[in-house]
C-alpha cells in the first residue's frame, strides 16, 4: 500500500528557518515524481513544485522559485520542503503528493496519492 | 504560464440532481486535465484523470470529457457524501502544473 506520511504541525516565528517531510512507502521512490501543493487558509490548491528522486531533477512553480527548496533523501524515501526565512503569508498546510508519470514522462500525469497534509503557522 | 479558470465558483444543489462543473484553459492543453475532490480538513484526492478516465475506486456517477481548451465535471446523481470543492488541474505544461480555482459544491 502507497502511504506518504507528513511530519507534524509548525508554529515558528518569522525570519525562522524550517523544513518538512514526506515519507514515502509501499512504492520504489526513485521511481515517480513527488512534489508539493500549498492551501492558503480558506484557499485554493497551488502547485508549488516537484523532484524526481531518481536523478534529483527539481522543477518549481514560478511563485516559489527561490522561496522554497524541495529535496529528497533516497536512503529514507523521503521529500522535503525547506524555508531559510519563513515569512507571515507562509502560514498554510502544505501537502507532499506522489506524481503517475511526470515531466519528460509519456501518457496521463497525476497525483494519485497525498500526505495528510502539515499545518504551518508563522507569527509575526 | 496556462491559467484554468472554473465555473462556477460555488454552486447550490441537491441529493439526486445532475451537476456540471466547467473548467477552461487559457491555451489548449490537450487532454492533460484532471479533477480532484476536497473535503474539508482533508487532502485531495483523484477522481478524473486524463480529461476522461475515472480512478480506481471512484463512483462512476463522476465522469469527465473535454479537450482542448474546455472541460467539464460530471456528477450523475449527486450523493450526501459529494458535498465537497472540486479543483481542475492541467500537467500538459510545466512548470507549474497550474489548478483552477476550485468550485464549492454545497446542499441546497
Known amino acids: 500500500e502507497v502511504q506518504l506520511v507528513q511530519s507534524g504541525a509548525e508554529v515558528k516565528k518569522s525570519g525562522q528557518a524550517l523544513t518538512i517531510s514526506c515519507k514515502a512507502s509501499g512504492y520504489s521512490f526513485t521511481k515517480y515524481w513527488i512534489g508539493w501543493v500549498r492551501q492558503l487558509p480558506g484557499k485554493g490548491l497551488e502547485w508549488m513544485g516537484i523532484i524526481y528522486p531518481g536523478d534529483f531533477d527539481t522543477r518549481y512553480g514560478p511563485s516559489f522559485q527561490g522561496q522554497v527548496t524541495i529535496s529528497a533523501d533516497t536512503s529514507s524515501s523521503t521529500a522535503y520542503l525547506q524555508w531559510s526565512s519563513l515569512q507571515a503569508s507562509d502560514t498554510a498546510t502544505y501537502y507532499c503528493?506522489?506524481?503517475?508519470?511526470?515531466?519528460?514522462?509519456?501518457?496521463?500525469?497525476?497525483?494519485?496519492?497525498w500526505g495528510q497534509g502539515t499545518q504551518v503557522t508563522v507569527s509575526s | 504560464d496556462i491559467q484554468m479558470t472554473q465555473s462556477p465558483s460555488s454552486l447550490s444543489a441537491s441529493v439526486g440532481d445532475r451537476v456540471t462543473i466547467t473548467c477552461r484553459a487559457s491555451q489548449s492543453i490537450r487532454s492533460y486535465l484532471n479533477w480532484y475532490q476536497q473535503k474539508p480538513g482533508k487532502a485531495p484526492r483523484v477522481l478524473i484523470y486524463?480529461?476522461?478516465n475515472l480512478q480506481s475506486g471512484v463512483p462512476s456517477r463522476f465522469s469527465g470529457s473535454g479537450s482542448g481548451t474546455d472541460f467539464t465535471l460530471t456528477i450523475s446523481s449527486l450523493q450526501r457524501e459529494d458535498f465537497a470543492t472540486y479543483y481542475c488541474q492541467q500537467t500538459y505544461s510545466y512548470p507549474p502544473y497550474t489548478f483552477g480555482q476550485g468550485t464549492k459544491l454545497e446542499i441546497k
Open positions: 503528493t506522489r506524481y503517475w508519470g511526470g515531466p519528460w514522462m509519456a501518457g496521463d500525469c497525476y497525483s494519485d496519492h
Open positions: 486524463g480529461a476522461s
